[in-house]
């Protein structure tokens, strides 16, 4: 039986939290990206609060792709922990790249003891692009979650799209959960000003998308909308694989009764999340996110942190 807080966070956490290397050409020099900050999120009918701290850097060199390095804070009802995670982009040719990423945190029951991300982003012609990930998270005992991520995305000069379906695999319970996840990114450069538009819908989609949870958290964040070099959008390279239990309702978003997938609620989650530069040096990254559970439960919740460049 899958422990109740079986999440999928990943290198990527998807807060707003790991950086996205959206379109940037080989800078002249080698460049660091340091990004500190927090979430906090609310659930309705008595489920609790899911808050915390992040901590992520995105180093550029001046040949090959980005690393990437995170560490986040969990304050759940069900327990506290932190995930600590890197990865580096892999360049295949001049627009087409391959992330590959390993986290691993603190409390095991809530939290991955290992896991493993692998996510390539391949130039197809005419910019469009064909992006297919997978993840394996184990957690202490014999639970196990593995993800997919497939699907078309299109990189234009100053925006990009991505479509995926995603599927949720639990070991030893069984069973599995589908959700499709929609990217909407304006503006190409990971520096200057941009927004990310992210819509879910299907099952297994809060866990591992929302805020201090999946997608939308870790650089795995914004997706796997890349740029003319082929790098993903961080947060651990899918843009926050992630996931928890097989669609529960329990009595609190991560402590779920295990049913069968055909029985688990419908969930759907929409986040904006934007990046504004104030100086050259100083940039603000900030995340707004709504969720629901179909007759289970609603959230509210939302990111911020500061960027350093240097």
């Not at 707003?16 to 500190?36: C, G, H, M, S």
């Not at 692998?118 to 957690?139: E, I, Y």
């Not at 819908?201 to 866990?207: A, Q």
Request: some cysteine; charged content about 15%.
């Amino acid at each position: 039986m899958l422990r109740p807080l079986a999440l999928l966070v990943l290198v990527p956490l998807s807060l707003a939290a790991q950086e996205d290397p959206f379109d940037l050409a080989t800078p002249r020099q080698p460049i660091t990206r340091l990004a500190l900050g927090g979430y906090d999120q609310a659930f309705s009918d008595g489920y609790g609060r899911w808050k915390g701290w992040t901590l992520e850097g995105t180093l550029y060199p001046t040949r090959g792709g980005p690393w990437e390095f995170a560490a986040v804070g969990f304050d759940r009802p069900e327990g506290k922990g932190t995930l600590f995670s890197g990865g580096k982009y892999l360049e295949l040719g001049r627009a087409s790249s391959v992330y590959l990423g390993l986290s691993g945190g603190t409390n095991t029951d809530i939290l991955p003891r290992i896991r493993a991300d692998v996510a390539f982003h391949l130039d197809v012609a005419a910019g469009w692009k064909a992006d297919l990930g997978g993840a394996v998270s184990r957690f202490s005992g014999r639970d196990e979650i593995r993800l997919l991520q497939a699907g078309p995305a299109y990189q234009g000069e100053s925006w990009s799209a991505s479509v995926w379906v995603q599927q949720l695999q639990y070991e030893p319970a069984g069973g599995t959960d589908t959700g499709c996840i929609v990217n909407l990114r304006l503006g190409a450069s990971d520096f200057a000003i941009w927004h990310n538009l992210r819509l879910a819908w299907g099952r297994g989609i809060i866990e591992s998308t929302a805020s201090g949870g999946g997608l939308t958290m870790m650089g795995t964040t914004a997706g796997l909308t890349m740029g003319g070099n082929g790098y993903g959008s961080g947060k651990g390279n899918m843009g926050g694989m992630g996931g928890m239990g097989t669609g529960g309702t329990g009595t609190s978003p991560s402590s779920p009764v295990i049913l069968l997938a055909e029985s688990a609620p419908q969930e759907r989650l929409a986040s904006l999340s934007g990046h504004w530069p104030l100086t050259p040096a100083l940039a603000l990254k900030a995340e707004a996110t709504w969720g629901e559970k179909v007759s289970t439960y609603r959230f509210w919740g939302g990111s911020l942190q500061m960027v350093v460049t240097f």
